[in-house]
């Protein structure tokens, strides 16, 4: 079974400058979540998606921050414009959330690695 | 305030030698626990998923135990090896006006030869 894919490895861009990264969850998982983890902390949930809906937003610097899955499959998440503190590495995790919460499991992607100068 | 603290910040064993990491959480209502390990570089990997009522799970050389009275967990790593380094996160989830998973800063292990 392949993973969660996701795509730069690693970016580096100057502040102000625009920035998206890519995630191709498992094949068939319905839920796919972003996190941003900055370097020393767990991860932080920006977004969290049920298809092609948002679930939970609320975390998600909507002035700077967009995600979009529009056919429920991959999705994107792009910064625009970047801060130095945006510089942290990017997950995407994907699920086969059913409707037993207490017995989701997540598979997470390896990340991109963002710095911002 | 739902928190997740993890201790120690980072701990130095021998190869061959055991651990045990802490987990504390104050979040309410309880859903599940799970504790990941996450290489560098690399995403989380999921070890072990604990509901209410469980107290004690084992994967492998790894076992993890909840006390949901005293809101702790524990994940203990038996006969550890160098591939064992790497960071464990303690994440708790619970049901509080939708579901929130709230993830713990993480523990980071060095195993030395």
């Known amino acids: 079974e392949a993973g969660v894919a996701q795509s730069p490895r690693y970016k580096i861009i100057e502040k102000r400058q625009s920035v998206a990264f890519w995630c191709n969850p498992i094949s068939g998982h319905a839920t796919l979540y972003w996190y941003q983890q900055i370097l020393g902390q767990g991860p932080k949930l920006l977004i969290q998606?049920?298809?092609?809906?948002?679930?939970?937003d609320s975390q998600l610097p909507k002035d700077r921050f967009s995600a979009e899955r529009l056919k429920g499959v991959d999705s994107t998440l792009k910064i625009q414009p970047a801060k130095l503190e945006d510089s942290a590495v990017y997950l995407c995790?994907?699920?086969?959330?059913?409707?037993?919460?207490?017995?989701?499991?997540?598979?997470f992607g390896s990340g991109t690695q963002l710095s911002v100068l | 305030k739902n928190q997740v603290e993890q201790s120690p910040q980072s701990l130095i064993i021998l190869e061959g030698k055991n651990c045990t990491l802490q987990?504390?959480?104050?979040?309410?209502?309880?859903?599940?626990l799970r504790w990941y390990k996450q290489d560098t570089g690399r995403g989380p990997v999921s070890l072990t998923i604990m509901t209410f009522s469980e107290n004690t799970k084992s994967n492998g050389r790894y076992t993890a135990t909840l006390d949901a009275d005293t809101k702790q967990s524990s994940l203990h790593i038996t006969a550890s090896q160098l591939s064992d380094s790497a960071s464990y996160i303690c994440?708790?989830?619970?049901?509080?006006?939708?579901?929130?998973?709230?993830f713990g800063a993480g523990t980071r292990l060095f195993v030395k030869a």
């Open positions: 998606f049920q298809n092609n809906g948002v679930v939970d």
């Open positions: 987990c504390n959480y104050t979040v309410s209502p309880f859903s599940n």
């Open positions: 995790a994907s699920s086969s959330y059913t409707g037993i919460r207490a017995n989701e499991k997540l598979f």
């Open positions: 994440v708790v989830s619970a049901y509080t006006g939708g579901f929130k998973t709230i």
